[in-house]
């Protein structure tokens, strides 16, 4: 059998995979079993911040596989603690809990919303707002978090105590939190999976008001949004946001699983012994993947990223075809003439990897894309949505 047929005949069938194996990659180009090249401008959705087999990262990797690849969270190790705190100076929260995923993160954000306001609130405040059209995860209360309609209908019933407002409608988030007893607000700056649709940062001062004045959490989903892709460390520091809790994951450690959710001095303490915890969280091996990331996001890669955005914008919005380009940094939305599909698929032929984001093809090439294949992508781009 091919890989593809093992694939279909032994894999659930959650994937509606494109017609690609990739078998290899190097930086931003990978390869297939038929020895085709691409661009990817999608980098295994938003995961892999430096590309494929990072030099760096690979090294960090292989060192700490050599040495201790797990001990449980029984032990201390040195990656988790190190990691850690460079997440806590670097964004100046408190401390943080490490997990795998990005549902992960934010279950532990709800977890500590609802235990926080129970014992500041009222043991009745367990209502955590979320946006429509936000995507928050897969599990059953994550779920419920996703303010996405077609998400849930095949799961019912999911985890009470989720309320979901239109994102941009400051005045119907202050009726939310005056009609439901709740916890915390929590946001993506820039909704992802939703299409790439930016929050205003007017509406996101608005509502960072409303809770404060309602005594709630806020709470931003950084999961796609975080690690230096939208040109600042974490996007919440665009949108001059003081959150409470920040969950992030998918870039956080480069192509290994790790998700984080940090918290701030208000909640730093509320989950002790016994109250959560995730046998692989923290791993040696994925916070030691995450430090050789982190440590590289500084102000010159940022200020890379934030020209290289700039540039593609630019290029984008001239293009035929194109009707709107939408996000920030290297996160971006393309309204297509042609179904976003098409595009998508268009570009595969001629050697780009693409995304789709509802409507939209979604961009998410790594960090440190050389300017020389963002332009050939722009150019096969070009060709594509015309
Ligand atoms: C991808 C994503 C998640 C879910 O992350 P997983 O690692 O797939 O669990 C949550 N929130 C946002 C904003 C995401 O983009």
Redesign the pocket.
């Known amino acids: 059998m091919t890989i593809r047929e093992l694939d279909q005949a032994y894999v659930a069938h959650t994937y509606n995979r494109f017609p690609v194996e990739i078998v290899s990659g190097k930086g931003s180009v990978c390869r297939d079993s038929g020895g085709k090249e691409y661009i990817d401008m999608g980098t295994g959705?938003?995961v892999n911040t430096f590309g494929y087999a990072d030099e760096a990262w690979q090294r960090a990797v292989a060192e700490q596989a050599g040495k201790l690849q797990h001990t449980s969270n029984l032990y201390y190790t040195e990656p988790c603690a190190r990691l850690a705190e460079m997440l806590c100076r670097r964004t100046g929260m408190s401390r943080v809990f490490f997990s795998?995923?990005?549902?992960?993160?934010?279950e532990c954000a709800i977890k500590t919303a609802r235990k926080w306001a129970a014992e500041h609130l009222g043991p009745e405040y367990s209502t955590v707002i979320t946006l429509r059209n936000?995507?928050?995860?897969?599990?059953l209360t994550?779920l419920a978090a996703t303010g996405q309609e077609h998400y849930h209908e095949l799961f019912r019933p999911l985890t009470p105590g989720f309320v979901h407002v239109d994102a941009g409608d400051a005045e119907q988030l202050e009726r939310a939190f005056r009609e439901n007893k709740a916890a915390a607000l929590l946001i993506?700056c820039v909704?992802?999976?939703g299409g790439v649709v930016p929050l205003s940062r007017d509406y996101a001062a608005e509502a960072e008001q409303i809770v404060r004045e309602h005594g709630a959490l806020l709470m931003v989903?950084?999961?796609?949004?975080g690690n230096g892709r939208t040109g600042t460390l974490y996007a919440y520091e665009q949108y001059g946001l003081k959150p409470d809790v920040v969950?992030t994951?998918?870039g956080l450690a480069g192509g290994l699983?790790l998700?984080a959710t940090l918290l701030g001095e208000r909640v730093k303490d509320t989950l002790g012994f016994g109250d959560h915890g995730s046998t692989f969280g923290g791993n040696p091996v994925c916070c030691a993947a995450a430090l050789s990331i982190l440590s590289r996001l500084d102000e010159n890669l940022l200020a890379e990223v934030r020209e290289k955005s700039a540039y593609l914008v630019s290029a984008l919005r001239a293009m035929p075809g194109v009707k709107e380009v939408t996000g920030l940094g290297l996160m971006l939305g393309i309204r297509t003439e042609k179904p976003a599909a098409d595009v998508v698929a268009a570009c595969r032929e001629r050697g780009v990897l693409c995304l789709t984001a509802k409507d939209k093809v979604r961009l998410l090439p790594a960090l440190n894309i050389p300017m020389e294949l963002l332009e050939k992508a722009a150019e096969v781009l070009r060709e594509a949505v015309k």
Do not use: L
């Open positions: 959705i938003a795998n995923s990005g549902a992960e993160a934010n936000s995507f928050h995860g897969r599990t994550t993506e909704q992802g999976e989903d950084e999961v796609q949004t969950s994951a998918k699983p998700g």
